[in-house]
């Protein structure tokens, strides 16, 4: 494990029901240095999760009792420190994407490849500890009709749109995939009633003001 990786590592909390996914994550974790704390249900892990910010959480979206959209809505994660991953099957990405709306970072998709899901979430770290230097702070600042409408990672992906990155590019600038990225700048698109990117750019810098 090289010095970079090192300091992109912390604790992972995962929720899932299937104690096997959870000795799998772990296991998978652990080996590349993160520490890794498990959760068979939303209540135990809510509980924790509002005493303790982790450097990162995989939820469960189809947990028993609790689901995992009612636990982003009670863990409030909108404005939750921490980037959360939700674990989905195929069967289960429009609930996925459900869930993104209602304030996950992003998804990962079963069956797990373990190298991807470590990238991933060390991806999403970095780009969390980076956030006050990496905004871009001009057109975050600005004030433009709707902007109330937005939520902060719909802002985060508003600024990289308007600044001409690709959904590829300011994927990799704010650590989710292309495909959230996609989702959120629909998002933005219906609440701001753009047809288009070039309806964005004019939105945010037409007749707006820095804050």
């Known amino acids: 494990m090289t010095s970079e990786q090192q300091r992109v590592c912390g604790e992972i909390f995962l929720v899932d029901d299937d104690p096997a996914v959870r000795d799998a994550l772990s296991v998978t974790f652990m080996l590349e240095g993160f520490q890794a704390r498990g959760f068979a249900d939303g209540t135990s892990f809510l509980k924790v999760a509002r005493e303790k910010v982790p450097d990162a959480i995989l939820l ?13 809505h009670d863990l409030d994660a909108q404005n939750y420190p921490a980037p959360i991953f939700i ?11 459900e869930a993104i709306k209602n304030g996950a970072f992003d998804f990962l998709e079963k069956p797990f490849d ?14 969390q500890r980076r956030r006050p230097s990496t905004h871009k702070s001009d057109i975050l600042s600005r004030s433009f009709p709707g902007r109330e ?7 985060e992906v508003l600024a990289e ?11 990799n ?9 996609e989702v959120h700048r629909a998002r933005v698109m219906e609440k701001l009633n ?3 990117t070039a309806d964005l750019v004019r939105i945010v810098l037409s007749e707006s003001r820095v804050s």
Do not use: W, Y
Request: net charge positive; glycine share 10%.
């Open 114 to 127: 373990a190298d991807t899901v470590v990238r991933r979430v060390r991806e999403a770290i970095k780009a």
């Open 173 to 181: 600038k704010l650590g989710i995939s292309p495909r959230t990225v």
């Open 161 to 171: 749109i308007a600044s001409g990155a690709s959904n590829k590019e300011a994927g």
């Open 60 to 72: 469960d979206v189809k947990m028993p009792g609790t689901s995992g959209i009612d636990i982003l």
């Open 87 to 97: 674990i989905s099957g195929q069967g289960d990405i429009p609930m996925a994407v």
């Open 149 to 155: 409408r937005l939520t902060r990672r719909e802002r």
């Open 194 to 196: 753009a047809r288009n």
